[in-house]
């Protein structure tokens, strides 16, 4: 089993649809992040958690809410999805000090 | 706040020949680089990182990058690319909020095209 798993893998929405994409983990890290990924700007931070009961706005939160359900899940929700909300996204984890992520397979979101 | 900049959309070469990456950071303070690499349908992977010590950093798949200080740089190299090596390369830093909460900033990313 992969160390951070995301589901669902695809999904194709439509506009004004709630959504959530899904991260567990099994690595044991405190720290969770979610990023999307767009072509041309990289990788962008949306929400970052340092555990259960600290959950903080990244760069780009707008549209977005997340929870930490548990020390390994960290859900990401789009209230009300719309079209600009297509890209890939990414949830991560750490430990201590941010010496390096452990990535998820992704999630690729098409809303239509 | 700390950034990276990946100035290359994509780097063409060979196989056989070496090839190098480009990432330039502007940080305050000592700076905390990594390089990760994207194959297509695949999360990112770790290939190396840069906390402290010499230069010249190896990592995963024969991979390594050089941290310039001078000329705030830290550049990702393989002596002979292989056509496998093709993927989406990112660079990113370390960057620690006002809360203390460290986190990675990452670059736009340079596609890696090795033709055969």
């Known amino acids: 089993d992969a160390d951070v798993t995301q589901t669902p893998r695809n999904r194709i929405t439509k506009t004004g649809k709630r959504i959530m994409l899904e991260c567990s983990q099994t690595?044991?890290?405190?720290?969770m992040y979610w990023y999307r990924q767009d072509p041309g700007l990289g990788l962008r931070l949306i929400y970052y958690?340092?555990?259960?009961?600290?959950?903080n706005k990244g760069e780009i939160s707008d549209g977005y809410s997340v929870s930490r359900q548990a020390q390994a899940k960290f859900s990401l929700s789009l209230e009300s999805a719309i079209p600009n909300q297509t890209a890939l996204y990414f949830c991560?984890?750490?430990?201590?000090?941010?010496?390096?992520?452990?990535f998820g397979s992704g999630t690729r979101l098409t809303v239509v | 706040a700390q950034s990276v900049a990946q100035p290359e959309d994509q780097v063409n070469v060979a196989e056989g020949n070496p090839l190098t990456v480009k990432c330039t950071y502007s940080?305050?303070?000592?700076?905390?680089l990594f390089w990760y690499v994207q194959y297509p349908n695949r999360g990112l992977q770790f290939l190396l990182k840069?906390?402290?010590?010499?230069?010249l950093v190896k990592g995963s798949y024969g991979f390594e990058a050089e941290f310039n200080k001078s000329q705030t740089s830290f550049h990702l190299k393989k002596p002979s690319a292989l056509v496998s090596d093709s993927a989406l390369y990112f660079c990113?830093?370390?960057?620690?909020?006002?809360?203390?909460?460290?986190?990675?900033?990452f670059g736009t990313g340079t596609r890696l095209l090795v033709s055969p």
């Open positions: 991560a984890t750490s430990g201590l000090g941010a010496y390096g992520y452990t």
């Open positions: 690595k044991g890290h405190d720290r």
């Open positions: 958690s340092f555990d259960v009961k600290d959950i």
């Open positions: 940080v305050s303070g000592n700076p905390y």
């Open positions: 840069y906390i402290t010590g010499d230069n």
């Open positions: 990113a830093v370390r960057d620690i909020g006002h809360t203390g909460f460290q986190k990675l900033v």
